[in-house]
């Protein structure tokens, strides 16, 4: 992020959570799930595929952890219910990960077995380093037993290619993202190219080993790039799918589907929509012009 951009976050955090909600709905449905549902609708009517996401992260209270899962079990019996294109994606930090691995690991078999029932699909999303390894180990247990759960790695991480290595047996169906936590630089990559490299690296391991890739990325060298690897390997379109967030890129999204490649959208909503729109405003080179904007209006 520019210095710009980080400052003007900054400033953003201090304002009231009201003022803040203006410019982060952008990046979210809003704050129920029939709100979430009318936008995948939208999506479907347009050929693009979703993942809907219940915002929350990090929580304190089993009671907690255990209402998350209450709230996918809602998603993935509204998705049915709708016929809707989507499937769901979930934090495990929101279903305690944080308080007990073994209760967290309770929790997504329960998630993932109604979606199996369901014909449905759970990707594991991934969070910041401190939970790199316990997501990994949890997705591993539940893939053992099941097959319709995906796991995301990041490119900034410096272990990637060797987890991709280590799970390589399990043939993961995988989400690869740059990742979007600020991680030491021991541990991560830092640099714009570098991180473009080890995704390109990754990405490639990942279709080597035979597994199903989501390209998750809003950066244009990176899906021309894709291409190119799609159609030197003659990738068939089973083996891929493009994937980008609500409220990003919509033009690049919709060139993609029209040029007939699978994208699907990362459409979260619920109350607490807090940290993860603080975390795309982050990524916004336009950020401060929205912000200007914004309140000019209110002037
Ligand atoms: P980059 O940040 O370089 O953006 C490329 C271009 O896209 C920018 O130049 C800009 O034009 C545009 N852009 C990007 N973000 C924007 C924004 N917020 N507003 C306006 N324009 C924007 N991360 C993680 O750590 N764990 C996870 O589980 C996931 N899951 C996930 C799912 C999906 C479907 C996507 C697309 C992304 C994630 N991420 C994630 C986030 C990811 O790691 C990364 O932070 C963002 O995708 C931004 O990186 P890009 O690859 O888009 O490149």
């Not at 991480?157 to 399990?170: A, G, H, V």
């Not at 993961?172 to 030491?184: A, H, M, Q, T, V």
């Not at 040029?259 to 795309?280: A, C, L, M, N, Q």
């Amino acid at each position: 992020m520019n210095s710009i951009n980080k400052l003007i976050v900054s400033t953003v955090k201090i304002l009231p959570k009201s003022v803040v909600f203006l410019f982060a709905k952008k990046y979210i449905a809003g704050t129920t799930l029939q709100n979430a549902v009318d936008i995948v609708k939208k999506l479907n009517s347009k050929g693009i595929v979703a993942t809907l996401d219940v915002l929350g992260e990090a929580i304190t209270q089993n009671s907690d952890a255990e209402a998350t899962r209450d709230e996918c079990f809602r998603v993935l019996d509204i998705i049915e219910k709708n016929k809707l294109d989507s499937n769901l994606s979930i934090k495990l930090t929101s279903l305690g990960l944080n308080i007990d691995e073994e209760f967290c690991y309770t929790l997504v078999r329960q998630i993932v077995e109604k979606a199996k029932i369901l014909n449905n699909f759970i990707r594991i999303d991934m969070e910041d380093s401190p939970f790199t390894s316990a997501t990994i180990e949890v997705y591993k247990k539940i893939r053992t037993e099941f097959d319709n759960v995906g796991l995301v790695l990041q490119a900034y991480m410096k272990r990637t290619l060797n987890d991709i290595e280590s799970l390589k047996e399990l043939k993961p169906n995988y989400r690869l993202c740059k990742g979007i936590y600020i991680e030491p630089e021991e541990i991560a990559y830092k640099g714009k190219e570098e991180v473009r490299e080890n995704y390109l690296k990754a990405l490639n391991k990942m279709l080597d080993i035979g597994s199903y890739v989501g390209i998750a990325t809003h950066d244009k060298y990176l899906i021309d790039e894709a291409y190119k690897i799609i159609s030197e390997r003659n990738l068939p379109k089973d083996k891929f799918e493009f994937q980008m967030l609500y409220g990003v890129t919509q033009k690049l999204r919709d060139k993609i589907n029209s040029d007939g490649y699978k994208i699907r959208v990362y459409v979260p909503y619920g109350e607490h929509w807090y940290p993860y729109s603080i975390r795309r405003m982050q990524e916004n080179p336009q950020v401060a012009r929205y912000v200007f904007n914004s309140i000019f209006k209110f002037n």
